[in-house]
């Protein structure tokens, strides 16, 4: 298979390292914004994730002109009438509040929720699973084959392979 660059329409390291451990799969060099030379921050306007993945694949791909790959999730939690939702990564505040700052914003507005782990990102420490572990207890390998990116990243192999 030919190696295939994408960029990643996000300045999130942790992302860039998820997607390039699962795309490195299939040969697929997943590339910063940085590394394409580009530099673009779209505003999210999408009302829902998928919108915004949209906006910010658009805009990567326009300033690089390469392929890009976006992401945009978020949390919904149903006892906040699904906040924080699209504004999962500015929750309390705006991008300026560190991962630690919003799950402790979150755990005060939502009682009684134990968090632990330090490995994942974002929310991670609050997804607790059936075995009882956090998702930030994890290894990368683990996190990925359950995640919803990697699940999203793995069909996105499915098609480029078929598409080979």
Same mark, same amino acid.
């Given at each position: 298979?030919?190696? &295939? ?21 299939? +040969?697929? %060099? ?5 590394? !394409?030379? $580009? =530099? ?16 910010? !694949? ?10 890009? $790959?976006?992401?945009?999730? +978020?949390?919904? $939690?149903?006892?906040?009438? +699904? ?27 939502? &009682?009684? $929720?134990?968090? %632990? ?6 929310y991670d420490p609050l997804f607790l699973?059936? =075995?009882? %572990? ?15 990116? +990697? ?6 192999? %499915?098609?480029?392979t078929e598409l080979d």
């Amino acid at each position: 298979m030919r190696e &295939e660059r994408f960029v990643l329409a996000s300045h999130n390291k942790a992302k860039l390292i998820e997607m390039r451990d699962i795309l490195g799969e299939l +040969g697929i %060099r997943v590339i910063s914004q940085a590394e !394409a030379g $580009v =530099d673009v921050e779209p505003e999210e306007t999408g009302a829902t994730f998928e919108e915004n993945a949209l906006i910010k !694949a658009k805009a990567v791909m326009a300033a690089s002109g390469l392929p890009a $790959v976006a992401d945009d999730s +978020g949390l919904m $939690v149903d006892a906040l009438d +699904g906040a924080p939702g699209v504004y999962s990564a500015r929750y309390g505040g705006g991008h300026d509040r560190s991962d630690a700052e919003r799950n402790a914003l979150l755990l005060k507005n939502l &009682e009684n $929720v134990e968090q %632990r782990g330090a490995n994942g990102f974002g929310y991670d420490p609050l997804f607790l699973l059936p =075995d009882g %572990r956090h998702m930030a207890e994890l290894s990368s390998e683990e996190k990925n084959g359950i995640s919803h990116r +990697g699940n999203a990243l793995r069909e996105l192999k %499915r098609i480029l392979t078929e598409l080979d």
